[in-house]
């Protein structure tokens, strides 16, 4: 007879399985020579790494529907602890607490940011919680380097934010299905091919 299937023993299956995959993709594109590559060896490229992209997206789906049922559990577990009339339990294998804690959610609009920035001024507790996100900082130094060019294109060039050190070209390469397409899993392909 064999042993039951526990769920560590099908993830442990399933990260074997797609770390494989990711090893067998790796050296079957590191053993080309620059010299050698042609439209198909790119085209095979792009056909694994969005299949690693896929295998990424499956499980940040799975992870995101576990994390839900997660969630749903607690929340009944609350409920048996109300139940049960107790704030807390400990079980041979784990506890269950029920806690309250306040919290605030995050200015809405730009005039309420304004004020609490202006409050955390009169503190002095502003550069200890005011914060730009990369993305926020990015979208703004563009916008302001854009205006620039317009006003005087020749002293663009010269243009800087405060504190912010000078603009910096990053490239990178991104590879994507085609638009209103999931990208075609090399097993799906090898599937149809047997038909």
């Given at each position: ?24 993709i ?18 095979d490229?792009?056909?694994?790494v ?5 295998i ?14 997660i ?7 609350g ?16 506890g ?12 809405e ?19 200890r ?16 380097w ?7 294109p ?38 149809s091919d047997?038909?």
């Amino acid at each position: 007879m064999s042993e039951p299937i526990t769920i560590p023993k099908l993830l442990s299956t399933v990260d074997k399985f797609v770390m494989t995959r990711v090893e067998e993709i790796d050296e079957y594109h590191a053993e080309r020579k620059i010299e050698e590559v042609t439209v198909e060896c790119l085209d095979d490229l792009v056909v694994d790494v969005l299949e690693l992209k896929n295998i990424v997206g499956l499980l940040a789906d799975l992870s995101k529907n576990v994390n839900k049922a997660i969630m749903r559990l607690e929340g009944r577990a609350g409920s048996y602890l109300e139940g049960l009339g107790r704030d807390k339990y400990d079980s041979p294998d784990g506890g269950v607490e029920k806690k309250k804690e306040w919290h605030v959610c995050m200015p809405e609009s730009d005039a309420a940011k304004l004020q609490l920035f202006e409050w955390l001024k009169s503190k002095d507790l502003f550069e200890r919680y005011a914060t730009v996100n990369s993305r926020s900082l990015n979208s703004l130094f563009m916008a302001e380097w854009e205006a620039a060019k317009k006003r005087d294109p020749e002293a663009a060039i010269l243009f800087t934010l405060p504190g912010v050190p000078d603009p910096q070209i990053n490239e990178y390469t991104t590879i994507k299905a085609p638009k209103g397409q999931r990208a075609k899993r090399k097993v799906d392909q090898d599937e149809s091919d047997q038909q």
